[in-house]
């Protein structure tokens, strides 16, 4: 279901001019977690697709995009059909102390 972008109604892809390096791929990066929390606030759902980034031609070809721009990924959006049983699928966590060490 990847490829159809989970059945989403929105797609947005992430993209940059390469010559600005992996600095700017990493502010993306940021950019999209907060506009995928910028979503929940409004009541919408999102799934990024890093597969997107190994077909850009035919991304940029379906979607107009310019020859220069790499992407990175794609993003699809919408409201949640709690019916999808991928969408009642949960997994445990890690606790935050697993990976992140704080020092006062």
């Given at each position: 279901?990847?490829?159809?972008?989970?059945?989403?109604?929105?797609?947005?892809?992430?993209?940059?001019?390469?010559?600005?390096?992996?600095?700017?791929?990493?502010?993306?990066?940021?950019?999209?977690q907060?506009?995928?929390?910028?979503?929940?606030?409004?009541?919408?759902?999102?799934?990024?697709?890093?597969?997107?980034r190994?077909?850009?031609?035919?991304?940029?070809?379906?979607?107009?995009?310019?020859?220069?721009?790499?992407?990175?990924?794609?993003?699809?959006?919408?409201?949640?059909?709690?019916?999808?049983?991928?969408?009642?699928?949960?997994?445990?966590?890690?606790?935050?102390?697993?990976?992140?060490m704080?020092?006062?």
């Amino acid at each position: 279901r990847n490829f159809k972008f989970f059945d989403a109604p929105y797609i947005a892809f992430l993209g940059m001019n390469p010559a600005f390096g992996t600095t700017v791929a990493l502010d993306v990066g940021m950019y999209a977690q907060s506009l995928m929390l910028t979503m929940v606030a409004f009541g919408l759902h999102s799934c990024p697709m890093g597969t997107m980034r190994n077909y850009p031609d035919m991304v940029r070809d379906a979607f107009d995009i310019q020859d220069e721009t790499k992407i990175l990924f794609g993003l699809s959006f919408g409201y949640e059909d709690t019916a999808v049983a991928a969408n009642k699928t949960r997994t445990e966590r890690e606790p935050v102390s697993a990976s992140v060490m704080f020092r006062s």
